[in-house]
């Protein structure tokens, strides 16, 4: 009898212990999401990195750019898959940091060359790009990055 017990117990707090889990998990997925655009954003109208958006279209036209990002030479949509397919794994969905360091700020703490140099040489636990990534998707991630201030 004495054995049942235990293996009831040991069950019961298996249970406890995994829906504690998946409450947490939950709950951190919940700042994950992508921040609502702003009311002034025309994003259905042309999202940044369409044929329809201009080059120089103004940082409020696309729902993802912050205030502080300069219009021109920035191309959020290109910097975004670029950085989705090649930076995400280690510097985090929203830039906050996981094995690399947060991105969130950059820009205030390193120049462009800086940046388009640690991109291209690796460096500090980073891998090097220069053979992954293209002159063109390098010079992209370097210009958004350093409108992150």
């Known amino acids: 009898m004495n054995k049942w017990w235990k293996s009831i117990i040991i069950i019961a707090c298996c249970a406890f212990s995994a829906v504690l889990m998946l409450y947490s998990l939950n709950e951190r997925e919940k700042p994950a999401e992508p921040p609502a655009a702003s009311p002034g954003a025309s994003a259905p ?24 990002a300069p219009a021109a030479g920035v191309d959020e949509a290109a910097a975004m898959a670029i950085y989705k397919s090649s930076c995400l794994a280690c510097h985090g969905d929203q830039l906050q940091g996981q094995m690399g ?6 820009g205030s703490a390193m120049t462009a060359d800086q940046i388009h140099a640690q991109i291209l040489n690796g460096g500090g636990g980073m891998p090097a790009f220069e053979g992954t990534l293209t002159d063109d998707q390098i010079q992209t991630l370097t210009n958004w990055l350093a409108a992150k201030k």
């Open 101 to 106: 360091p947060p991105l969130t700020n950059v």
């Open 45 to 68: 109208a042309a999202p940044a990195g369409s044929p329809a958006a201009s080059p120089g279209a103004s940082p409020a036209a696309s729902p993802g750019a912050s205030p502080a």
